[in-house]
């Protein structure tokens, strides 16, 4: 089942770490990506240079409900060290907007950031989604992204961290959608489910040129339900051609393997940064 529990972090070591990396770093706070007088709008933290570095950008989860980007702290540290600009992605929330409205939002995003990465003469990209974040970051998937002027071509990175890739599990529970806030039925819940999707061919062999690494993370002590979706969604990528890693890790729950990945040496950090470096 999937635990209700999860999606209600005790908030403060969180915001703790944003407040910090705000004080650590230089940033961009408040860049609108897309909309007017929405939250369509991300902050950017780097070390010394903006131009001509890696990013790595990271969408939060919160079950597409809850949370926003001052609880995303925590990737900053690591990645900024390594000379890396980090972008803390958010979006307006449920029911605010339903949740097909939402991934619009996030295909925003992305033809913005092949706009930033260009203007900005970006190295390559990574980008991270945590939980309902996860989900968000499969837009990059988005038949709109076969076409050349909005080609994210500088992918190389996908950690996809305790995510949720099959609606249909669980938009009928009240724990998970409450007063079906995400506006879904059967069909909008399969329509917006990465594992239901058919890909672009054309989008995918781009996508297999450019040796994209897609990383299915989960923590051991994520709920059942996670696991399974996780691993599910892994063999379809994998059958998909793609380039793709499963990895279950021990000790971790659903928030705290996002917390470790403030500290360098932690086994979460430690794999996401051997990964960048292949």
């Known amino acids: 089942m999937f635990d209700q529990n999860q999606f209600h972090p005790e908030k403060s070591c969180f915001d703790f770490a944003t407040f910090l990396a705000r004080r650590l770093y230089k940033t961009h706070l408040d860049v609108r990506y897309g909309g007017e007088a929405d939250n369509q709008l991300l902050d950017i933290y780097y070390k010394e240079e903006e131009y001509g570095t890696p990013i790595l950008v990271f969408i939060h989860g919160g079950y597409w409900q809850e949370l926003d980007r001052s609880s995303a702290g925590p990737i900053v540290h690591t990645f900024v060290q390594l000379n890396y600009r980090v972008l803390l992605v958010d979006y307006d929330l449920c029911p605010k907007v339903t949740l097909q409205q939402l991934t619009q939002q996030i295909s925003n995003f992305y033809k913005w950031l092949q706009r930033y990465a260009r203007d900005t003469r970006a190295t390559k990209i990574s980008i991270c989604g945590h939980s309902a974040g996860a989900h968000l970051a499969l837009q990059m998937f988005d038949n709109a ?43 909008r819940a399969a329509q917006l489910s990465p594992f239901c999707c058919a890909y672009s061919e054309e989008l995918l062999e781009k996508y297999r040129e450019q040796n994209i690494h897609l990383h299915l993370i989960v923590a051991e002590n994520d709920s059942n339900a996670f696991k399974e979706q996780s691993q599910r969604y892994a063999h379809k990528l994998i059958k998909l051609n793609m380039n793709v890693n ?13 917390e470790e990945c403030s500290n360098m040496s932690s086994a979460i950090s430690c794999y996401m940064q051997n990964a960048i470096k292949i």
């Open 145 to 187: 992204f076969a076409q050349p002027q909005n080609r994210l071509d500088l992918i190389d990175h996908v950690f996809l961290i305790s995510g949720l890739y099959d609606l249909r599990q669980l938009w009928f529970l009240n724990s998970c959608n409450p007063n079906n806030n995400l506006c879904l039925d059967d069909d």
């Open 246 to 258: 499963y990895r279950v890790f021990k000790a971790y729950d659903h928030f705290d393997i996002i």
